[in-house]
């Protein structure tokens, strides 16, 4: 009994911490009506005290003559102050705890959430890094050409087919047929673009390329312009669904890095089997590849600072 009441409230522990961001967020959001409330409220009782203090002040200083010594009469107005402040704070001080914990869930609130998000973003590194290198390491064992198929998923079926000639003989003729199985790659990297959508132009692959090489620029441009653009800004030109690591992923415009284009690349390279079989009718898909930088947020200099220190910690 004691043992499956520890792990029920091991789970709920759990629940808790797993859903702490929107707990302090409702948490924030009743705590401001709540402070506005009291503040009203207090505001409403301490309007007596206020005048009840003036009209004391008035007496005092209206009796001023009749004290004996000036030191006296001090000790009697630093008294009234000082009951008047003891009014004020009975008055206000649940509008004030109510403002402090509201402070302290945002504040709370903000941490979870900047320590869950680095992490997203460790994670995504370490992931990129580590598929990368894979790909590398299948290339060379089994050679350019094979990894290309597997990392396109490409499904690839001789097709046998007979044709009869003029002369009445028969013409035996074998064609490999290319049909893809991927829409897009762990990476976020590699995206299908398949005219028989409504926003493309089907069996017109120039008006599909030139539509994506606008696409293409119009993105660099937004990109120089400020200085960094998000995945899924790209996603959403595409028309392609976005995704959570879009937020995280993208492109960072510096013109003294050493690393990156500073623009945006399709990868639409002609003499590519990619780009060959789609612009001469043999597939009607092209795949493209988006040389995004990764995570963009480690890119900034105040960013290693904020990482390293909590670079082990997981909430």
């Known amino acids: 009994m004691n043992l499956k009441i520890g792990r029920s409230v091991g789970k709920l522990g759990l629940t808790l911490r797993k859903n702490l961001p929107a707990i302090l967020t409702f948490a924030s959001a009743a705590g401001v009506v709540g402070s506005v409330v009291l503040t009203a409220k207090a505001a409403y009782k301490s309007v007596p005290k206020i005048e009840e203090h003036k009209d004391t002040m008035e007496r005092l200083r209206a ?164 200085g960094y653009l998000f995945l899924n800004e790209v996603l959403r030109a595409l028309d392609k669904p976005e995704v959570p690591e879009g937020q995280v992923i993208g492109w960072v415009y510096d013109e003294n890095k050493a690393e990156g284009d500073n623009r945006v690349d399709f990868g639409l390279v002609p003499g590519t089997e990619n780009y060959d079989f789609f612009m001469n009718g043999k597939n009607d898909f092209v795949y493209i590849t988006l040389n995004h930088d990764g995570t963009i947020y480690d890119k900034f200099p105040s960013f290693d600072r904020l990482w390293k220190r909590d670079v082990t910690r997981r909430v």
């Open 63 to 226: 009796n001023k003559d009749n004290f004996e010594d000036v030191k006296e009469y001090n000790r009697e107005v630093v008294s009234v102050y000082k009951n008047t402040a003891i009014e004020m704070v009975k008055a206000y001080w649940p509008a004030a705890l109510v403002t402090s914990l509201t402070m302290a869930a945002i504040f709370t609130n903000n941490s979870v959430n900047k320590k869950r998000y680095l992490t997203m973003v460790g994670m995504y590194s370490a992931m990129s890094t580590a598929y990368n290198e894979y790909r590398k390491r299948v290339a060379d064992k089994y050679g350019e050409d094979a990894e290309r198929d597997l990392y396109y998923n490409l499904k690839r079926e001789e097709v046998v087919t007979v044709e009869t000639g003029k002369n009445g003989k028969e013409k035996t003729k074998v064609e490999v047929v290319v049909s893809p199985q991927q829409v897009t790659d762990p990476n976020f990297s590699l995206y299908l673009i398949d005219p028989h959508d409504k926003c493309w132009f089907y069996r017109k692959p120039e008006m599909t390329l030139l539509y994506l090489q606008k696409t293409q620029e119009f993105l660099t441009q937004h990109l120089h312009a400020r």
